[in-house]
């Protein structure tokens, strides 16, 4: 890998209701076909930011759940009808499943509706740096190994959410702003959070070894944006908790937007720190 001055990636959260067009924006893990997808939110995102290229890093669609029992509401249509509409208007839209959409990898090479279905791929910035776009369940043991143990990881995520919503159901009431239990359940059991360092190392591994600067993943539902050994690592989060996406700027500053933090400043909420991790 040919050595460049090396930018140190931003980390900064949009607050602002304008609309803003980027170079470049990445989504992952919306788990459409899921009653804990917050559809609403993401078409209001998308309402008020476009890019020129745009990413889906895998898990848009939940074919795991999809498979036990049909959910399928009017906003996760807008979602699917949305994303195709700015790809007639211009954008280039490029599909990389992941574990719960993997049914698509049957399609992998393939362009239909204006998406461009790939496994991986090297995405180059306006200043020069090589990322390695990939979902990241392809360095996930337990998915790989014992999908019987993912699966039910799945079902007790489900039911960490059904307690979640029910929580935030009476903060909400109570005039306080959204908590993710499963968040800070995350960062505060020892295995959750070796688990989270030990996927940030492999797929900075993994860029490294591919002669790339950085990785942009998804799948673990944990939004970062930091350098691993002089390898940049950023990760999407998702639109079931956490409601983020990352955007790179014209001038290939890369940016963590959390969305849920506008919708509770339009709602007169205080805002709410994100949780971090220790190594953050």
């Not at 500053?253 to 991790?277: D, F, K, Q, S, V």
Request: hydrophobic share 45%; with cysteine.
């Amino acid at each position: 890998m040919a050595a460049r001055p090396q930018r140190l990636v931003k980390m900064t959260d949009d607050v602002s209701a304008e609309h803003r067009h980027y170079r470049t924006l990445f989504l992952s893990d919306i788990h459409l076909g899921t009653r804990g997808c917050q559809a609403e939110l993401l078409l209001d995102f998308m309402r008020f930011n476009d890019a020129e290229t745009i990413y889906l890093v895998g898990d848009i669609v939940d074919g795991w759940r999809l498979r036990r029992s049909w959910y399928w509401s009017q906003a996760h249509n807008d979602v699917v009808q949305k994303l195709l509409r700015k790809g007639r208007k211009g954008a280039r839209i490029v599909y990389l499943p992941g574990n719960h959409d993997e049914f698509l990898r049957g399609y992998l090479g393939t362009h239909f509706g204006g998406v461009d279905v790939v496994d991986t791929c090297i995405h180059e910035t306006a200043d020069g740096r090589r990322l390695l776009i990939i979902h990241g369940d392809q360095f996930d043991v337990v998915v790989r190994h014992a999908k019987w143990l993912a699966h039910l990881g799945d079902w007790a995520y489900v039911a960490a959410l059904n307690v979640n919503t029910a929580v935030n159901k009476a903060r909400r009431f109570l005039g306080f702003p959204y908590w993710s239990l499963s968040a800070w359940a995350k960062l505060k059991v020892k295995n959750a959070v070796n688990f989270i360092g030990a996927f940030e190392q492999a797929l900075s591994g993994e860029a490294r070894r591919q002669g790339a600067d950085g990785v942009v993943c998804g799948h673990i539902h944990h939004a970062a944006l930091r350098e691993i050994d002089g390898i940049a690592y950023v990760n999407t989060g998702d639109w079931v908790e956490s409601c983020t996406a990352v955007a790179e700027h014209h001038d290939g500053r890369l940016e963590i937007i959390r969305w849920t933090r506008l919708a509770e400043e339009r709602a007169g909420l205080p805002a709410l720190a994100a949780p971090r991790a220790a190594a953050e």
